[in-house]
């Protein structure tokens, strides 16, 4: 199995920034694309931001310009830097990863972190 293991999260004022990060541990082959969504309670799960292997990276329009996706492969952990935050960034985020898993065969599996809560105060 995989086990995705995020960090970072807290309390900041409106125009703080905090920086989350989530390790990837367990038996698998290679992590291929990482990514952070984030829910807030009734809603539905939201991607904020996707990296790939090779760091092609992606934002939600609502972030754009604010947050930083990156990752390290040697420590296989992806990382989401978070500026200038906004009351309307509160949510529980979580990370996301496409682990390569061989037993014979190659298999491809999606899996999830138990998600850390950002709360952004006005």
């Known amino acids: 199995q995989v086990q995705l293991v995020e960090s970072g999260g807290g309390l900041v004022q409106a125009g703080g920034s905090l920086r989350l990060s989530c390790a990837a541990s367990g038996r698998f082959f290679r992590i291929d694309a990482m990514a952070w969504y984030r829910q807030v309670p009734g809603n539905q799960r939201d991607l904020v931001a996707t990296?790939?292997?090779?760091?092609?990276?992606n934002y939600a329009d609502s972030v754009k310009g604010r947050f930083t996706i990156s990752r390290d492969n040697a420590k296989n952990t992806v990382y989401l830097q978070m500026d200038n935050l906004k009351p309307e960034d509160t949510a529980a985020y979580y990370c996301n990863a496409d682990a390569i898993r061989v037993f014979g065969s190659v298999i491809a599996s999606n899996y999830w972190g138990q998600g850390t809560q950002v709360t952004v105060s006005s």
């Open positions: 990296i790939t292997r090779d760091g092609k990276t």
